[in-house]
Nanobody
């Protein structure tokens, strides 16, 4: 069974930093695009940042210059370094990945979510 396992959320003061991690567990053949989404209470789940398998990156305007996405194919991981955090960054953050499995082929997978709370 393939899973995306997230870690690194928590409570941080405004202006602080956090690093989210997501590891793909299980047997896969390939990893395509990977990304981070977030969902605040009462709002839709929106893209925060994404990275393609050839290294192209995309960021939501609200996090440009503050957040950095990176990936490590060897460890099947994607990270989100968050700096200068603001209260409006408070949300549940979800890891997302396109994965190719031997029998199932390509599919989109989600992590379970990790809470990030920015508050003094």
């Amino acid at each position: 069974q393939v899973q995306l396992v997230e870690s690194g959320g928590g409570l941080v003061q405004p202006g602080g930093s956090l690093r989210l991690s997501c590891v793909v567990s299980g047997s896969i053949l390939s990893i395509g695009d990977m990304g981070w989404y977030r969902q605040a209470p009462g709002k839709e789940r929106d893209l925060v940042a994404s990275t393609t398998d050839n290294g192209d990156e995309k960021y939501d305007d609200s996090v440009k210059g503050r957040f950095t996405i990176s990936r490590d194919i060897a460890t099947k991981s994607v990270y989100l370094q968050m700096q200068s955090l603001k209260p409006e960054d408070t949300a549940v953050y979800y890891c997302n990945a396109r994965l190719r499995r031997r029998l199932a082929g390509w599919g989109t997978y989600w992590g379970q979510g990790t809470q990030v709370t920015v508050s003094s």
